[in-house]
């Protein structure tokens, strides 16, 4: 009925394009009808005035039947829907702070939503962008001794290929070498080089863009390489000539067969290098082998392979392990017939992260999606005090024949329309934190940042989250509108008692609802605070004061032939051993912390398995790092190539493996393996322990070198050369000692300019990182929640008291103290409070396991933490409480009696 | 509509049959078909006036029929409806059911007589 009205008058414009001419049509079609009975009648003897009257009668209802016939050119459930929207949107202009309020805080919640669900897609749902990426498996070899699995040998990939039913192709690939570089004038580039099996890019499902795969018999592409499309692009100025050119890779020279297409990425790490693959041979490789160790020849890949169409994941388990059995049964070696008789295949994608990386994330994003819920409540609410104050105009349209349904599809609109807008809205935040946080989700999620833009399927999770937004936000007020009773309501001087004391119950409920789940998330942000706080009291067992520590990969190959310690590194130390105000320099292979380069030594000593971290030291590394000393010495400029080999162990390795285990000094003198044939090593000191991989883990058994004892003919050398971290302890600013320390990397090699440089300091906290990044989170969410908790009790309070405030009136006419009204308002906001904290805190302790994984020093139950969250959610709402509560103490009899 | 058994509900498509049908036979506007409908039927019918032109509109909009301008000889506006070529093909199809369905609602009515 209204869209008739709104029609009639403001003809608007579709009505005027499509359909003026038949209602014209149809009025004078009509007219005429009127006007001929009308004549007929007259020419019987009626008077004009009967007969006109008459023949509108004998016609019918015009205006019913008017618009009954013009319904054919509607279409009815699209113009009521248009009809809402403009409704909505005028009744937005008209309450802009209502508006505001609720579509800022569905922005919130959907914006956290939307963002850590950009990072779960980016880490876990969708980790690489191959054909059928759920089809590829990894495929590696286990043992009695490593049951988790091993990288399996050239052989046992070429026998399972000859062997396996289970899969359509197997590949495999391995690493080019710590540091692999783009050789050119004016600077080389750094590049990320893997070599890959001649069917690795068909198996994942990608072909080059340009130019062609490799071919298929490994033999015949020697000397060729294909190029990733950053590289072509940044480089190569996009030159579709590319193909046939030759480009240096290290010291080798190669020839283009390829580009790949854009945004492929192959191993998925979380790298900004670009990328060049080159061809695996493995008869070469093994040729190399062979001439390298004594003996046995030996060259290790990574498989990776797709399971055939129908094969489960299961059933190519059961045949592989079969397989491997019969392979195993070949071997030489009589310890790795018994031991090495299964396989282990798993998803490729679910390689890359590790589970408790996964979990970590999916519990961030289950805050994210509490944070969510508390704004929906929020919402909720607000629109419940609202449709409460539209009961009279909602009554009014149910007078004029507006059905429940047409109610309740009203306020699905509007509530679309607010969550559509929360939903842009949200969506920019979202994109403007991973922006924010890109270079945090990069340095600590294993692929890197997500990319900024969402895609389509990021966009349809929002819609649908939205949608489901505006259904629960609505769900409860649209169906108490609709099913208001109308005669009441349009009854003059409609008593505000008859909102009834069973509404506000219910709203009291869900402000506790809110305040419940706002617990949960400032115990969890308070748990990963302390976390943090007790990760940073840990003594680390080294001084990390004062400390600059530079990453020195260089580019073996340039080195080739030369001793790289004596032609870079000692000279290196010695220039920057003289720079004004350094204290002390050294180098390491890597510094504590950094996941640097490191090495796992495992020796049969005696029938007895010894396993050490192994590290490559200079003398003065010592004295950067103040280590401490628990016996003998460390080591000094006496030891040299032709000295003694000497070693440096640690506690944890004297715990292990001293004659006596109380007493490091034991192990002093002590021989232990040899650094080469007639060069044993002898132990020389113990230093306390020190943290190395993590300042949560305690320390494994490590043992040091020397850097000054290193000869290339040793086979350790490669290891101590390939990567090593300087660090320096010096009081001066960290301005003006990096420009030195720069101007002397690039005098050694110009690649080192761009060394990184960090203070150890950044270091340390780095290496929490990801907890910083959590709580930093959490803190977001917490504040955000808290928030939401307290302006949502402050609505409900003022709403109740505003509606009461005649009965107020009537009290404090009658006698009642004003204390006691106070006391009234707060007593209420106190149950609200303490019924949620209560709830709460079984929650948080349900939820406390989420976040178990990130934790340190500090339990998933415990105590303090979540009385200090519940204090502060009481602290916070009472003081929110206070304001209505004083206005409802200083109500003014005379006025509040006088407004009813 | 009475819910007198003197006089029943048109079945639904009834008001269709009869407008395109007298229509076919001459256009006419709105007022004339009506009173064709009614002189036609000896007032068997009991139609209310204005219900014809709900129908008269839905049969436009399908394309059953179409209108025209003009002005009547008294001088005021008048639309005259028509039958087209598609509403023809839909009287005569509709007209086929309905005597087959009248013929066998008569076919069941006489058997159970007799």
């Known amino acids: 009925m209204f869209q008739g009205f709104a029609e009639e008058s403001a003809m608007n414009w579709w009505t005027a394009l499509f359909r003026r001419r038949r209602y014209e049509d149809l009025a004078i079609s009509i007219e005429e009808h009127i006007a001929l009975k009308a004549e007929e009648l007259m020419e019987t003897g009626m008077s004009r005035e009967d007969a006109e009257r008459t023949a509108r009668r004998a016609f019918g209802n015009r205006t019913a039947i008017t618009e009954r016939s013009r319904e054919a050119w509607q279409w009815p459930f699209l113009e009521s829907l248009w009809a809402d929207v403009r409704y909505a949107l005028r009744q937005m202009r008209r309450n802009p702070g209502f508006a505001a309020v609720a579509i800022g805080t569905l922005a919130l919640g959907l914006g956290a939503a939307t963002a850590l669900f950009t990072v779960v897609d980016h880490v876990i749902l969708r980790p690489v962008a191959y054909k059928n990426a759920g089809r590829l498996v990894q495929v590696l070899k286990s043992s009695k001794q490593f049951p988790a699995g091993v990288e399996p040998e050239w052989t046992d990939i070429e026998q399972w290929t000859k062997q396996s039913r289970s899969f359509q192709s197997i590949a495999y690939w391995t690493g080019m070498g710590l540091r692999n570089f783009l050789v050119r004038e004016p600077t080389s580039v750094e590049i990320r080089g893997t070599r890959v099996s001649t069917n690795l890019f068909a198996t994942l499902g990608v072909r080059p863009e340009l130019g062609h795969d490799f071919a298929s018999s490994p033999g015949s592409n020697a000397g060729t390489a294909i190029i990733g499309d950053g590289l072509w692009r940044t480089v190569f100025g996009a030159n579709r000539n590319i193909v046939g050119s030759a480009i240096r890779i290290n010291d080798k020279t190669l020839t283009v067969i390829g580009v790949m297409p854009p945004g492929f990425e192959f191993p998925a790490v979380a790298s900004d290098l670009p990328q060049v693959w080159t061809p695996i041979d493995p008869a070469a490789d093994m040729a190399a082998s062979q001439k390298q160790a004594e003996g046995s020849a030996a060259v290790y890949y990574t498989a990776l392979a797709r399971l055939r169409p129908g094969v489960t994941l299961a059933a190519a388990q059961t045949e592989m392990n079969v397989v491997q059995g019969r392979v195993a049964a070949q071997y030489k070696d009589a310890d790795a017939r018994k031991d090495q008789v299964g396989t282990v295949i798993a998803p490729y994608a679910s390689t890359l992260v590790q589970a408790d990386v996964r979990k970590a994330l999916l519990a961030l994003f289950a805050a994210a999606l509490v944070l969510w819920l508390i704004a929906v409540v929020n919402v909720t609410n607000l629109l419940l005090a609202r449709a409460t104050s539209r009961r009279r105009e909602i009554a009014m349209r149910g007078a004029l024949g507006a059905s429940r349904g047409r109610v309740l599809q009203q306020m699905l609109v509007e509530g679309l329309l607010l969550s559509g807008a929360a939903s842009l809205l949200g969506l920019g935040l979202s994109i403007a934190s991973v922006k924010l946080l890109a270079r945090q989700l990069k340095d600590h999620l294993p692929l890197g940042a997500p990319p900024l833009m969402p895609d389509r399927w990021i966009l349809l999770a929002l819609l649908a989250m939205t949608v489901l937004t505006a259904a629960l936000a609505t769900l409860w007020p649209a169906w108490m509108s609709a099913r208001a009773p109308i005669e009441p309501a349009l009854r003059q001087g409609g008593v505000q008692a008859g909102t009834g004391r069973g509404q506000h119950r219910l709203r009291g409920v869900l402000v506790s609802i809110e305040v419940a789940m706002s617990l949960t998330l400032l115990v969890s942000c308070g748990l990963l605070l302390r976390t943090i706080y007790a990760l940073r009291q840990v003594p680390l067992g080294y001084r990390v004061d004062h400390i600059l520590v530079a990453r020195l990969d260089i580019p073996r190959y340039r080195f080739t032939g030369r001793d790289i310690t004596q032609t870079l590194y000692q000279p290196l130390l010695a220039r920057v051993q003289q720079i004004k105000g350094i204290q002390a320099a050294g180098i390491m292979s890597s510094v504590p912390l950094s996941h640097g380069f490191r090495v796992q030594l495992g020796l049969v000593d005696n029938g007895k398995m010894l396993t050490a971290a192994l590290k490559v030291v200079s003398p003065d590394a010592q004295r950067v790092f103040g280590m401490h000393m628990l016996a003998g010495r460390y080591f000094t400029g006496d030891d040299t190539p032709s000295s003694d080999a000497k070693v440096v162990v640690n506690r944890a390795f004297a715990r292990a493996y001293a004659p006596d285990k109380h007493d490091p000094a034991s192990l002093i003198g002590m021989g232990m393996w040899q650094l080469k044939k007639d060069r044993p090593l002898h132990i020389v000191g113990v230093l306390d322990d020190e943290r190395s991989d993590s300042i949560a883990e305690s320390s494994v058994p490590e043992a040091e070198v020397c850097t000054c004892q290193m000869t290339p003919d040793i086979g350790l050398y490669n290891i101590a050369s390939a990567s090593m971290e300087l660090a320096v302890r010096t009081y001066l600013p960290e301005k003006d000692i990096v420009p030195q320390l720069r101007s002397i990397f690039r005098q050694a090699a110009p690649e080192l300019e761009q060394a990184d440089i960090a203070t150890m300091d950044q270091i340390v906290a780095d290496s929490y990182g990801s907890q910083r990044l959590a709580a930093r989170l959490l803190e977001g969410f917490g504040a955000a929640a808290l928030l939401l908790c307290v302006a949502g009790l402050y609505g409900l309070l003022a709403y109740i008291v505003a509606q009461r405030t005649h009965e107020l009136g009537v009290r404090i006419a009658l006698g009642a103290e004003r204390g006691h009204l106070l006391w009234l308002v707060m007593r209420q906001a106190g149950a609200m409070l303490v019924g949620g904290v209560v709830v709460g805190a079984g929650l948080a302790y349900a939820s406390a396991r989420l976040v178990r994984g990130f934790l340190y020093g500090v339990k998933a139950h415990d105590g303090w933490t979540l009385a200090a969250a519940a204090a502060c959610l009481l602290a916070c709402g009472l003081v929110a409480a206070y304001l209505p509560a004083r206005r409802a103490a200083g109500v003014n009899p005379m006025e509040a009696l006088r407004a009813e | ?114």
């Open chain 2, 1 to 114: 509509m009475a819910k007198n058994t003197e006089r029943r509900d048109l079945f639904p498509g009834a008001m269709e049959i009869m407008i395109l049908q007298s229509l076919r036979q001459r256009p006419m506007h709105g007022y004339g078909l009506v009173k064709h409908i009614q002189q036609i039927s000896e007032d068997m019918l009991d139609i209310e006036e204005g219900s014809l032109y709900p129908a008269l509109q839905r049969l436009l909009r399908e394309g059953l029929l179409e209108s025209e301008a003009g002005v009547s000889t008294k001088g005021r506006p008048t639309r005259i409806y028509r039958v087209t070529d598609k509403g023809l093909k839909h009287l005569e199809q509709e007209l086929s059911s309905f005597e087959r369905m009248f013929a066998g609602i008569i076919r069941v009515l006489r058997t159970a007589q007799a």
